[in-house]
């Protein structure tokens, strides 16, 4: 079992930052994949950003390359995403996951954390 809980979620203005976090814990070696996704009302969750622990397989949806930034911690066994140059469409509630490979379909995460949400105003 792999354990997540995602933090720093918030109301931000556009054009400014926010950083999430997501702490996972548990048989976290048994998924060497973190993802961020995120879900807007209406719409269908979708791949923001993900990441192996080694650092290797960075991947960025297009609708955040250049401004989201994916990194870990190894030793805090966490996961980050800064996100820069926040716009309204980024609002929405942000999942962190964990898989045992780097890709785009939430299907191939089986571990999720609670989510946190994100609010960008104009």
């Known amino acids: 079992q792999v354990q997540l809980a995602e933090s720093g979620g918030g109301l931000a203005q556009a054009g400014g930052s926010l950083r999430l976090s997501c702490a996972a814990s548990g048989r976290t070696f048994t998924r060497p994949a973190m993802g961020w996704f995120r879900q807007a009302p209406g719409k269908e969750r979708e791949i923001v950003a993900a990441?192996?622990?080694?650092?290797?397989?960075?991947y960025y949806s297009d609708s955040v390359k250049g401004r989201f930034t994916i990194s870990k911690d190894n030793a805090k066994n966490t996961v980050y995403l800064q996100m820069n140059s926040l716009q309204p469409e980024d609002t929405a509630v942000y999942f962190c996951a964990a898989s045992t490979w780097v890709g785009p379909s939430p299907r191939g995460y089986d571990y999720w954390g609670q989510g946190t949400q994100v609010t960008v105003s104009s």
């Open positions: 990441i192996r622990w080694t650092g290797a397989n960075i």
